[in-house]
């Protein structure tokens, strides 16, 4: 069995920060891509970063130059810590990550249960 959760949601004035941890953990063989994404009420859950096992990054648009995802492949951990928050990034946070349980398996991604981040003033 594989666990993914995610900790650091909260609510932060606008132009604040947090920073967001996501830690994958049980029956993993191998971990290759990891990333956030969010969902706003009303609206289709959005790609905000990915990052791939070697460290390469991706970004969202409306994300980029405020926002930015790490990783601890020792730990099996993705980090989002983001920068000069907006109201419109208020969503629930939800982790992801693309592994293997097993020598020969396919590769699936597992998500977790959600992280809120409210801005607001």
């Known amino acids: 069995q594989v666990q993914v959760v995610e900790s650091g949601g909260g609510l932060v004035q606008p132009g604040g920060s947090l920073r967001l941890s996501c830690a994958a953990s049980g029956n993993i063989f191998s971990i290759y891509g990891m990333g956030w994404y969010r969902q706003a009420p009303g609206k289709q859950r959005e790609l905000v970063a990915t990052i791939t096992n070697g460290g390469s990054t991706n970004y969202a648009d409306s994300v980029k130059g405020r926002f930015t995802i790490s990783r601890d492949n020792a730990k099996n951990t993705v980090y989002l810590q983001m920068n000069s928050l907006k109201l419109e990034d208020t969503a629930v946070y939800y982790c992801?990550?693309?592994?293997?349980?097993?020598?020969?398996?396919?590769?699936?991604?597992?998500w977790g249960q959600g992280t809120q981040v409210t801005v607001s003033s």
């Open positions: 992801n990550a693309n592994l293997r349980t097993g020598w020969g398996t396919n590769t699936q991604a597992y």
